[in-house]
């Protein structure tokens, strides 16, 4: 069986060599090592340059992306080599279906409700806390709390850390579509059980950036 190692870590890639040269593969193998890519998006078209193997086995550091992609991991850059090699022997790994999935859904934001959306909008859309708190109308302590939550969701080391997460991996209006799918997909469930008094009903949701647009529906208010 074959094996590829996706590093920029010529080291670790000697490393790995050398182990491999004392095992006895199983299945065709590809180790990616998280530390070598700068963004989820570079992450996933590794992944699907090696859709042909029949596992995956992450290697992970302290950064920001080994966090967020802490489900994936099977070995820790800083582990003794014995670990190293009992892992690559042993260790079931993930498969191409596994590892998309947990890419895709970081990427698409499904895990994030809409006051998780709007308060990454806001932080993109403002250079500083004071601007974004007071682009979707909340106080900045509030926005503080959400920030915070946000990080502990993606495990991640701080609010400082998060921000510089969101920017590098969205853009504001990837984030504004999201929030817009999300709405239209509210409204069209309170369609379908029938809630809706009026099609020629017209009622105003006020947008997180502060802006108020006409939408056809019953009248609700939209929680930012």
Not at 8 to 32: D, E, G, P, S, W
Not at 157 to 168: I, K, N, P, T
Not at 175 to 204: F, K, W, Y
């Amino acid at each position: 069986m074959t094996y590829r190692i996706e590093t920029r870590n010529h080291y670790l890639r000697v490393a790995v060599k050398v182990l491999f040269a004392h095992i006895q593969l199983a299945q065709h193998t590809c180790i990616i090592d998280l530390s070598s890519y700068h963004s989820l998006q570079e992450i996933l078209q590794c992944i699907r340059r090696n859709n042909d193997v029949d596992r995956f086995i992450f290697i992970g550091d302290r950064g920001m992306h080994s966090r967020i992609l802490r489900s994936l991991i099977s070995i820790d850059s800083h582990a003794p080599l014995l670990h190293y090699y009992e892992t690559l022997r042993h260790c079931p790994g993930v498969s191409y279906h596994s590892a998309t999935e947990v890419l895709q859904k970081h990427r698409s934001m499904s895990d994030y409700s809409h006051q998780d959306k709007t308060t990454v909008y806001s932080l993109l859309m403002r250079d500083s806390m004071q601007g974004a708190a007071r682009l979707i109308g909340i106080s900045c302590k509030l926005l503080y709390q959400r920030v915070d939550r946000l990080t502990k969701k993606l495990f991640l080391r701080s609010g400082l850390q998060a921000h510089q997460f969101f920017r590098q991996e969205f853009h504001p209006d990837y984030v504004r579509a999201r929030i817009d799918d999300q709405l239209r997909a509210s409204l069209r469930r309170e369609r379908s059980t029938g809630m809706e008094p009026d099609d020629l009903a017209i009622h105003h949701l006020k947008e997180p950036w502060g802006v108020s647009r006409s939408i056809p529906g019953r009248i609700q208010k939209m929680d930012i």
